[in-house]
């Protein structure tokens, strides 16, 4: 199955988070959907995983956090995705 990584800050109540979980709830039945937030999962980091979607959390602070890198390099190569894209600037 093909997996797929979403790289996100919060999954807070904006657009662009909304669009995600549509995206995210609609690919999961086809493929394997991942969702790293940076930050915190936020309010709506419960509705996916109520949709059957891994939400993993890293806990780092906004902006250029050098800890992004190692974390996020151990994540990629445990979870080895076919296919990543990330929103926002920080992600």
């Not at 909304?18 to 995210?24: D, G, S, V, W």
């Not at 940076?38 to 939400?55: C, H, M, S, Y």
Request: proline share 2%.
């Amino acid at each position: 199955m093909t997996r797929i990584c979403y790289v996100i800050p919060t999954l807070g109540v904006g657009g662009t988070e909304r669009q995600l979980l549509t995206l995210a709830s609609r690919l999961k039945d086809d493929y394997e959907v991942t969702v790293i937030c940076t930050q915190r999962a936020g309010v709506l980091g419960d509705k996916f995983k109520e949709n059957g979607i891994f939400v993993k959390e890293l806990g780092l602070s906004g902006g250029w956090d050098f800890r992004m890198r190692k974390r996020l390099r151990s994540l990629f190569k445990a979870h080895r995705p076919d296919i990543l894209q990330s929103f926002s600037l920080f992600a």
